[in-house]
């Protein structure tokens, strides 16, 4: 029997190749121990230092979202979307990427943010009712955070596509959600940049709901990694609850894109534990039988049990860290309750160089407005 590769064995092999595995890439079981699945395959665990930098960016992640989910009930911030249980996708997509590479975010991702070093008061300020993006998108190399859903894909591979054009390295990591993957604008993204090779990493978050909508729901697909294919794009699937699993797909991922073999898409499954934002009731739309048995693959107890298992944290150093996530927690609440209020009219400043007759009129409306609200209240 010949040995020779027929064009139909090249065919399936490349597109064997693309598709992601069967289940989920997992390295660490709940407990913290290396699971059996740990391999044979290409994704070795994270040296223990990288992991310890995780840990440590997922506690003070996880603190600083449950300080701005307490600043909404004060009315220092309009709207927090929480991702408390996301801390493994937040922090390893931030330690996937070099300092000159671009993340283009959602709305969900203060975390990713703050843990990419932008200071958590900028990082809130869109999100407290200012009508700008809060951070130097430049500086940080993060696009301001989308709101429309999956917009930002569409960027990333825009961006991404003239950076090769102009011969740099950049990679960009675009953040988007189950229901997001539903979008008009997330196909067209994946086909551009699976069309042109752009080096794009879309890592899709399956937090397993969209506002109320379940992913039963959302897609019939057997994993919304079977996205990649149908636009030539190499997929993968991970535990998103898993640190480890996550950061080395990821680092797979970026090192893919980074290499000018194209896009490269990342299902994480993993679970939203509160409701949508402070605006939203879960309790409506799940059991809490359901939040409980997520409570059990909590991204950051199973590190630490594995940080703990290899002798690489001890009770000190957990101390340290959960110290330093209360001083940050602690300058986020003194930052957000000492800043002056956004002046509302700057919100028809610099939108044209000459500003229209029509702006100045709603200008005009709202300083009245404002006026009589003033005076309601001091009658
Ligand atoms: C184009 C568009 N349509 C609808 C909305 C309203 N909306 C805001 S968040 C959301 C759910 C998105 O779910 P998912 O993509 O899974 O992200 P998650 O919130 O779970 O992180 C919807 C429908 C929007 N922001 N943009
Ligand atoms: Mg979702």
New binding site residues.
């Given amino acids: 029997m010949s040995t020779e590769l027929t064009d139909q064995d090249t065919a399936h092999n490349t597109v064997q190749a693309m598709l992601p595995r069967d289940t989920p890439v997992q390295l660490l079981a709940a407990d913290g121990r290396f699971t059996a699945d740990a391999g044979p395959h290409p994704y070795q665990p994270p040296s223990v230092e990288r992991l310890q930098e995780m840990y440590r960016r997922m506690v003070i992640g996880r603190r600083v979202d449950q300080q701005a989910t307490a600043l909404t009930k004060q009315g220092k911030l309009a709207v927090f ?1 929480s991702a408390h249980g996301q801390e493994a996708c937040q922090v390893g997509a931030v330690l996937a990427l070099r300092q000159t590479d671009w993340m283009f975010p ?1 709305y ?1 991702e203060s975390m990713a943010l703050i843990a990419r070093g932008i200071p958590p008061v900028e990082v809130l300020s869109l999100l407290r009712g200012d009508w700008h993006c809060g951070y130097d998108p430049r500086a940080h190399r993060c696009a301001p955070h989308a ?3 999956a917009t930002q894909s569409v960027h990333a591979a825009g961006f991404a596509y003239a950076e090769a054009q102009q011969g740099r390295d950049t990679v960009a990591l675009v953040h988007v ?4 993957t539903s ?1 008009g604008d997330f196909h067209e993204a994946i086909n551009f940049a699976g069309v042109f090779a752009a080096p794009v990493v879309f890592l899709v ?1 399956n ?1 397993g ?3 109320s909508v379940p992913l039963s729901q959302q897609s019939a697909a057997p994993s919304l990694a079977y996205k990649g294919i149908g636009y030539g794009v190499v997929s993968q699937q991970v535990d998103g609850n898993d640190p480890a699993a996550v950061l080395s797909v990821l680092d797979s991922a970026v090192a893919h894109a980074r290499s000018g073999q194209g896009p490269y898409l990342v299902e994480a499954h993993t679970y ?1 534990m509160q409701s ?1 934002t402070n605006a939203d009731d879960a309790t409506r739309y799940r059991d809490d039988s359901e939040v409980q048995a997520w409570v059990a693959r909590d991204p950051i107890t199973r590190l630490e049990a594995h940080l703990r298992g290899c002798g690489a944290l001890d009770d000190d150093a957990v101390t340290a860290v959960s110290d330093e996530a209360e001083s940050v927690a602690a300058d986020l609440r003194e930052a957000l309750s000492t800043r002056a209020e956004p002046r509302p009219t700057e919100l028809f400043e610099h939108v044209f160089a000459h500003r229209t007759p029509q702006l100045d009129e709603q200008r005009d409306q709202l300083l009245s407005e404002l006026a009589d609200a003033r005076e309601e209240t001091q009658s």
Avoid at 177 to 180: C, K, R, T
């Fill in positions: 979307p959602t969900r709101t429309p859903l959600g189950d229901g997001g979008e978050q937090n709901y969209a506002i939203r949508h």
